[in-house]
């Protein structure tokens, strides 16, 4: 029961890739999956702020404001890379979720 609910994307995190990345819900369950699954300190420690993110009452214009000032770019793509590098997520996904984040970010390092 515990690693059900575990996998369940969380809305806030759901709405953001959705309306901020363009990214398809298969790659983001995909992507959760990974998260879920993962051992990594890193991607633990991600997975409690989206997870704790996912608690919070919102409304879909601030998604994008809790989104942008709790997780980084970077934050993101190194936990693609961790995930990849533990067979819990395919280069491929990886990739697009990469790509999309690249997409929504500055010179600077920071979202645009």
């Not at 575990?6 to 901020?20: G, K, Y």
């Not at 693609?80 to 990469?98: G, K, N, S, W």
Request: aromatic share 8%; with cysteine.
């Amino acid at each position: 029961m515990f690693l059900l609910r575990q996998l369940r994307v969380p809305v806030v995190f759901e709405t953001f890739c959705l309306t901020h990345f363009a990214l398809n819900r298969h790659d983001i369950r995909e992507w959760w999956r990974a998260v879920s699954l993962s051992q990594c300190p890193r991607v633990i420690a991600l997975r409690g702020t989206l997870q704790y993110r996912g608690t919070l009452p919102y409304h879909r214009v601030n998604v994008e404001t809790l989104m942008r000032l709790s997780i980084t770019p970077q934050e993101l793509i190194k936990t693609a890379e961790i995930l990849v590098q533990e067979c819990q997520l395919t280069r491929q996904c990886a990739t697009r979720f990469q790509d999309a984040i690249l997409q929504r970010t500055g010179p600077s390092g920071a979202w645009t």
